[in-house]
């Protein structure tokens, strides 16, 4: 458990911008893609294919989506 | 130029040139009316591209360095990719020389055009610049809303790609 932890705890969460249809093929097709939840993958998986998603993920084998929501041009004009 | 767009099933665009932005663009499309618009349509651009796929629009890593500390850093990347200067540049060359040979050595490399996007004051700069006058036509410069044309000129072959699946739908 101590060793699980350890490597948990080397796990970088990174903020990514990825277009919905290249998410989806990520999670489809890459055995190194996970999605946290069921439900999260149900969600990202009925976007439109053309959205922007702001993703946030952990990097490493495997790759963890913890969210993703649709980056609207409202999101990009407040943090931008 | 839209003539030679061509469109896949993989949602992918084979835009017709390539983009090269500089620092005074992004400065000056900060405190425009055209920012959340132009940003969202380069991400866009830049995630669809057929053969330039994460790397279609591109700024310099100099002067990614410098602006990543003025902007959101993972908005940045989604946008454009930051890579070096060709090795055609020399060590006395300033921005715009290195620019403006980075812009070319792609272009001939990949016959492709390609498009520099600037800000107003620095235009003259690469217009006059005596690299600039040598070249044939496959550079281009653009300062602000002449460059987000550019931007919206390329974007309006995302929106055929995404109308020509739907109406395969």
Known sequence: MEAQSAVEKKEKEILDIELAINLKDSIENSPITKVASQELKDKILAIDDFELLKVTKTIGSPITIKDAEILNEEMIEHEF | ?169
């Open chain 2, 1 to 169: 130029m839209s003539s030679k767009c061509s469109i896949t099933n993989r949602g992918r665009v084979d835009y017709p040139f390539l983009i090269l932005c500089d620092e005074h663009f992004f400065r000056w499309l900060k405190n425009s009316n055209y920012k959340s618009s132009t940003i969202s349509k380069l991400m866009k651009i830049k995630a669809t591209s057929l053969h330039f796929n994460g790397r279609h629009n591109i700024i310099l890593r100099d002067q990614f360095n410098i602006i990543k500390t003025e902007f959101p850093e993972y908005l940045l990347r989604a946008a454009v990719f930051s890579e070096d200067p060709s090795p055609v540049k020399d060590d006395d060359d300033d921005e715009y020389s290195t620019y403006i040979k980075h812009a070319s050595n792609i272009s001939s490399k990949n016959s492709i055009p390609i498009m520099i996007l600037t800000a107003n004051p620095q235009k003259d700069s690469y217009i006059l610049n005596s690299h600039f006058k040598d070249l044939g036509g496959e550079v281009s410069i653009y300062s602000e809303e002449d460059a987000v044309k550019i931007v919206n000129r390329l974007f309006r072959e995302f929106e055929k790609m995404i109308e020509l699946k739907r109406t395969k739908i």
